[in-house]
């Protein structure tokens, strides 16, 4: 996704406006005119996504290890949170279909690109946020298994539903950054 940010003082007297157009290959040479190309952005890290969920399994781990020590019961996190996770998961990928469905569809109307730079944001803070989670839950899953009494369903299956709910959140994220990309 490349952009230009172009400046404008058509008004005489007036403020300048800016405007924010998607590069074409031809204007991205074109920087004599008063036109600013900002850089190609990346595909975000496979590396970034990976230390996140393992700072996440580590916390994870490291919660349960805590609770562990002092006595106290495992920590279960509530059932609200996975479901949060699924609803904010079909969120970012409708908005990303949508949007999709709007950079190839020829209509009059543009697309408009701050609202593309806010769903390419949200994806990767999904993506972010899913793989913390996700790793948070299996950290607190990991820890639970390997006791010695292994404790019943009702307080491993939410840890689960957490890590399996990161998971879909992380690839909803995948999937609306890459459909957030310029045919």
Known sequence: LSLIL?????????????????????????????????????RTSVLTVAAFGVAGLAAGVLVQVFNSTRGDAPFVPPVSLPATL?????????L???????????????????????????????????????????????QVMTRSVVPP???WLPMLFVAISGIVLLVAGAVAEWLCRVP
């Open 6 to 42: 172009t400046r404008s003082s058509s008004v005489k007297g007036g403020s300048p406006s800016c405007s924010l157009e998607l590069a074409t290959p031809r204007a991205r040479s074109a920087t004599h005119d008063g036109r600013w190309i900002m850089p190609k952005l990346e």
């Open 153 to 155: 369903s009702p307080t």
């Open 96 to 142: 990303g279909i949508a949007l999709r469905r709007a950079v190839t569809r020829v209509s009059a109307r543009p697309v408009n690109p701050f609202h593309a730079v806010r769903l390419l944001a949200g994806a990767r803070a999904s993506q972010f946020a899913g793989s913390l989670l996700g790793g948070f839950g299996f950290g607190l899953l990991a």
């Open 86 to 94: 699924l609803v904010i998961a079909a969120v970012v990928l409708a």
